[in-house]
């Protein structure tokens, strides 16, 4: 993986970037589907035409609907054939072992196991290429039929492996004519590498004192448990926040304004709040193509928990073929369904910090259900947490001393503290001032994010697996 990501950073990026340039603006579509489909095939090889089935298929039923728009029982055959195929293909790859090994544990059955290597981003990709059809059978969107615009829309590299999921309705007309200025491009240089930074400098050295604790099998002190949960929390936000904003400083490179993924979650007040703030895309998705059309919270008290529950399950089903997953889903389906039903009325009237901490403690549980996939471990690492094992342990000052200034670090760039501070700096100064500083920082933790990425093997992206 490092050495992967030192070819993309020193390599292949700005290759890329040279030769998009360099095409004339009528190419440069069909260069970037050319560049995306190179980029997955370096890491999937034999999933690119996996990739290429699923532009056809879209793009043809995209066609068919178009023709059919008179038709209604015609026009929904065709929506309904593409959902199937779409949703087909992902859980072929998702959710085959899931099952077998579930019949298998059920019934007392022997089946073997397909051992299918899950295509990387098939979760993204796919829900990317279902608003289009989507949007196409609702009429919310023109017909795409340059299948090279189409191509290139499903394959984005920028954002093509973990998000943020770019509706197509984000991008229908930055697809035909888009421009880059100056201020745009030392934009997505700049958002690319805090992106970056986030990911090296912080993700990847929080997460390996999780997964030190985690691999302890959930038999620990409180006071560990807790240490490990916080590293958890902190690991994956700026390891998928940091991607989206490399991937939406990549958009900017190129012309494309992805949509915003992350506003700050941990600093939310409710649970309601916090899915307003995180993975906005997917909740977003979840909203516009599945809640809303259920019925969403129009046609009683019931029904809109039968709907919660429904995209709440799928949610926590989406992110991987696990219990864990199913189990994160229904937690917060749980919660937010309370919230609505009276607490946050309630939570209203508590003072602003009570409301943040009660959100805070229900995250951090929320993150080790999704973070155990080894059922055998959540439970006893549950406990933990409270109490199980006793409040301290052996190891429970070492990691604590080594790990704090990071742990604190973490918590501070997980707010809008470090946003404001830089601009309360830069305030005062004039333009150029402001931006040779801002260059000057950019720069020094570019190279110091590289130092790091070269020397340190720890180096995962989580949301690669989804």
Known sequence: MVFSSTIFLCIYLPLVLLGYYICPKKGRNLFLLIVSLVFYAWGEPKYVFLMIFSILVNYVFGRLMDKNRGNGKRLKLMLVLSVVIDLGLLGFFKYTDFIISNVNAIFSTGFDLLNIALPIGISFYTFQAMSYTIDVYRDDVKVQKNLIDFGMYITMFPQLIAGPIVRYSDVETQLAERTVTTGDFADGIMRFIVGLGKKVLLA????????????????????????????????????????????????????????????????????????????????????????????????????????????????????????????????????????????LKALDKLPKLLRHLYSLLLIVIGWVIFACDDMSVLLPYLGSMFGANGALGGLDVYWLITKLALLVICAVASTQMPKKLFASVTGTMNEKAAFAVKSVLAVALLVLSMAFLIGDSYNPFLYFRF
């Open 204 to 343: 990847n050295q929080i997460g390996a004192l999780w997964t030190e604790i985690y691999g302890l099998g959930g038999m620990s002190s409180a006071l560990t448990a807790w240490l490990g949960a916080a590293a958890f929390t902190f690991q994956i936000y700026f390891d998928f926040s940091g991607y989206s904003d490399m991937a939406i400083g990549l958009g900017k490179m190129f012309g494309f304004k992805f949509p915003e993924n992350f506003r700050y979650p941990y600093e939310s007040v409710s649970i309601t709040d916090f899915w307003r703030r995180w993975h906005i895309t997917l909740s977003t998705w979840f909203k516009e193509y599945l809640y809303i059309p259920l019925g969403g919270n129009r046609r009683g008290l019931a029904r809109q928990a039968l709907n919660l529950l429904i995209v709440w399950s799928l949610t926590g089903f989406w992110h991987g073929a696990g219990w864990n997953f199913v189990m994160w889903g229904l937690y917060y389906f749980v919660i937010l369904f309370i919230e609505k039903l009276f607490l």
